[in-house]
């Protein structure tokens, strides 16, 4: 089920998110393979907790990983991977279903590579859902900030 924080910001924009059965999405492979998309396509959201104490929600495509050094270069701050227990207690959504819609005090980065697709599939809360939505209602909605922060193949 969607949360209602989450249904009000999707029905406030005319967003309809899709909904599966419970736990067929909890990954991008997963999600990607269940919506019927590009993995990339995927809009994975990453809570990271900086050494600032302050939290940070990264929305990358499925197929990369954030390069610790360019969002450290972007937010100034060096992060870690935040916790289930901290996710949860931060953002209102367990891993596996964060979604980058109705957070508050928490700064949003979204990579620039999920712009190369039409539509891409944030999820809408829970581990069983994807939001069909383009780039810039994403970048809109949220009010983040738009960057580079995946891994160069090079990087470790």
């Known amino acids: 089920m969607i949360p209602e924080k989450v249904r009000q910001v999707l029905d406030r924009h005319g967003l309809t998110p899709l909904e599966f ?8 492979e997963a999600a990607a393979a269940r919506i019927g998309v590009r993995v990339g396509q995927i809009a994975k959201s990453i ?5 600032d104490k302050r939290f940070r929600l990264a929305v990358m495509p499925g197929d990369r990983k954030i390069s610790s ?11 870690r991977m935040a916790g289930g227990e901290e996710t949860l207690e931060q953002t209102g959504f367990r891993v596996g279903g964060v979604c980058p819609f109705a ?6 980065y979204i990579d620039r590579g999920l712009q190369k697709y039409d539509l891409i599939y944030p999820a809408a809360g829970n581990d069983a859902s994807g939001v069909p939505i383009r780039f810039d209602q994403l970048v809109e909605i949220t009010r983040g900030r738009v960057c580079d922060m995946g891994q160069d193949t090079l990087e470790s």
């Open 21 to 28: 059965e419970a736990g067929s999405t909890p990954t991008s």
């Open 47 to 51: 809570l990271l907790c900086g050494k």
């Open 69 to 79: 050094a360019r969002f450290k270069r972007i937010t100034g701050v060096k992060h």
């Open 103 to 108: 957070l508050e005090g928490i700064e949003i």
